[in-house]
């Protein structure tokens, strides 16, 4: 595998990229800004010490299994002592860096983030993927949000781009425990995780958690009241708590329901806020966010 240095530049796809910044590092991985030479347009590529690309792999059986066109716009190369997998033309702004900015996340933007999950997770289960990891930091914000004048493409606001703990449950079914998934290590002592049953339940869990993160800023709680798994959390203070209410007992409480029924009826919940009013709104946050993750800004944070 090349040398990554900072400032330096890599060859992907017949072009010279500039790293511009280290931004990840995790155990088996990490993930880079990179700009073409003479453009500050960043993208993302991350670099894995594992020679077997499975983010490529997920993502290829996502498509095949959905008969969708295969993403052109994500390319791998492989090397003797690892992989790189490369994200063109996304904007590298998180979800985990949005979180450092709370005071730009409004309800509007809360629900267009958990209903775009909503859809995403549909997509693999209905494919039997199952991600295990669904955190703030492999969550990239797609076009609807760092580009507000995309208007009603509200599908379009989130990308992800790592699956290091994602598993195919068509060919994997006996060779993993749900404790190995990153969503259960982050929940440890929720004693809901008690009664999951099912893998795919554990990516409803992460669901529940993020839309915990972005509506309290903190980790997902939760406690039996006796018929339900409820929030500890008051939601009844938020705005249109009744549709978080809603959210929260229907996700907690999926039991052994197939999870891409619950998950496209969560998301046509959601989707039917999306009203001229919601959408005016919406397009208000968006623009200030907006200016938070152009490339220019990203770099001098």
């Known amino acids: 595998m090349p040398k990554l240095e900072i400032e330096k530049e890599i060859e992907l796809g017949n072009e010279d990229y500039c790293i511009k910044r280290e931004y990840l590092i995790c155990e088996d991985y990490k993930l880079f800004w990179v700009a073409p030479r003479n453009s500050a347009e960043l993208t993302i590529i991350k670099v894995s010490s594992q020679p077997v690309p499975w983010d490529f792999y997920i993502n290829l059986k996502l498509k095949e299994r959905l008969n969708e066109a295969s993403d052109h716009l994500c390319s791998c190369y492989q090397y003797q002592d690892g992989c790189i997998v490369w994200h063109q033309y996304i904007n590298c ?19 267009l983030i ?5 859809t995403i997770v549909e997509k693999l289960h209905k494919a039997e993927l199952v991600h295990g990891d669904l955190s703030p930091r492999s969550l990239i914000l797609r076009n ?11 599908n379009q606001a989130l990308k992800i ?6 598993v195919d449950l068509r060919v994997q079914l006996d060779v993993f425990t749900l404790s190995g998934f990153r969503t259960v290590q982050i929940l440890e002592g929720q004693k809901i995780l008690a009664n999951c049953s099912s893998p795919y339940q554990v990516d409803l869990f992460g669901i529940a958690d993020l839309a915990h993160l972005l509506l309290f800023k903190e980790h997902l709680q939760v406690f039996w009241d006796g018929s339900f798994w409820k929030l500890s959390q008051n ?3 938020l705005k249109d708590g009744e549709l978080w209410n809603k959210f929260f007992v229907r996700i907690l409480n999926a039991n052994d329901e197939a999870t891409v029924s619950v998950l496209r009826e969560l998301a046509a919940e959601m989707n039917g806020v999306f009203d001229t009013t919601f959408q005016s709104h919406l397009n208000k946050a968006l623009w200030k966010v907006g200016k938070l993750t152009s490339p220019g800004a990203l770099l001098f944070q």
Request: with cysteine; hydrophobic share 35%.
């Open 144 to 154: 609807r949000i760092h580009d507000p004048y995309d208007c009603n493409e509200n």
């Open 161 to 166: 781009v790592d699956f290091s703990y994602s």
């Open 235 to 237: 939601i009844s203070e």
């Open 93 to 111: 702004f998180t979800l985990q860096d949005l979180l450092q900015h709370s005071e730009y996340i409004t309800h509007e933007i809360a629900v």
């Open 114 to 118: 958990i209903y775009n999950l909503l």
